[in-house]
């Protein structure tokens, strides 16, 4: 299991995500967004599929990099 606060993955808040794959932590982490952000969360649900692609393969670069 890996963490990660909001604002490592591009959020504005300090609350930790936790997740075993960078899916998981992403999802996590959207669900965190949609309950405490959620202007942040309406931005992210209209980014096209390549901004998505693009966010998921620079966060998969990052969590790899996590102990």
């Known amino acids: 299991m890996k963490s990660m606060t909001c ?17 998981e932590m992403s999802m996590n982490g959207m669900k965190h967004v949609e309950m405490a952000h959620p202007e942040m969360a309406t931005q992210i649900k209209a980014m096209t599929a390549e901004e998505t692609a693009g966010w998921m393969a620079e966060f998969q670069t990052k969590f790899d990099a996590l102990a």
Do not use: F, N
């Open 7 to 23: 604002k490592d993955m591009g959020g504005s808040c300090d609350e930790v995500i936790h997740g075993s794959t960078a899916e």
